[in-house]
């Protein structure tokens, strides 16, 4: 998406140099006494977009600047492939339903190429995450269909210091206290994604 030609485009240096601006300037803002972490794409899922080839330089470059303490890794584009970071079922009704009547009407329409179905993966960012947990050494979090404890315990095991969950603690948000006290070793979410669409309503 960043087609820019000036100092905060084209180069790897270029395309970071926006928010590397303002890693800086929320580091500088909060102090020491605040764990700054930065969420961070991997990939755009998109053909022509952004890849491990670049974004693996950029990921190097943020870290060497020292101005967070932690890297959230995720992938995808919410304006050319909304189901990327989702994966699983396209609620396309419920999309539709949440809408101004005139956007449902173009979501029938445009909906399969916006929202396209990716089949849901435990864990689907992992093999790419592996990339940046050999390149770099900042504490990374692990995130993307995470619903099941053996997976925490193999992304710990392969040193990522976090993971993340959203749709499995939405399902069941006393989740994590039942895998600490094994009474449960996979969420109850079935990846309908039927919560999404809540966000606008």
Same mark, same amino acid.
């Given at each position: ?26 580091? =500088? ?13 991997? =990939? ?92 770099? +050494? ?15 315990? =193999? ?38 994604? +039927? ?7």
């Amino acid at each position: 998406l960043n087609k820019r030609s000036d100092k905060y485009g084209g180069s790897i240096e270029g395309r970071t140099a926006f928010p590397r601006r303002v890693l800086e300037a929320v580091r =500088t803002a909060v102090g020491e006494g605040v764990a700054v972490i930065a969420k961070f794409n991997m =990939t755009d899922g998109v053909p022509r977009g952004l890849w491990l080839d670049e974004s693996l330089p950029m990921a190097k470059l943020i870290e060497s600047d020292g101005t967070i303490h932690a890297m959230q890794l995720t992938g995808g584009s919410s304006l050319l492939n909304g189901m990327y970071f989702f994966r699983g079922d396209v609620p396309m009704k419920e999309f539709q339903a949440s809408q101004p009547k005139v956007v449902g009407w173009g979501l029938k329409v445009y909906g399969p190429k916006i929202f396209p179905k990716i089949p849901f993966e435990e864990a689907f960012f992992l093999p790419m995450a592996r990339q940046f947990r050999e390149e770099l +050494k900042i504490p990374l979090i692990l995130l993307g269909g995470i619903n099941r404890l053996d997976t925490i315990e =193999t992304a710990l095991d392969e040193g990522f210091e976090f993971v993340a969950m959203g749709r499995a603690l939405l399902r069941d948000p006393h989740l994590v206290r039942k895998f600490e006290e094994k009474t449960a070793h996979e969420g109850l979410c079935i990846h309908c994604n +039927k919560c999404m669409p809540t966000i606008y309503t």
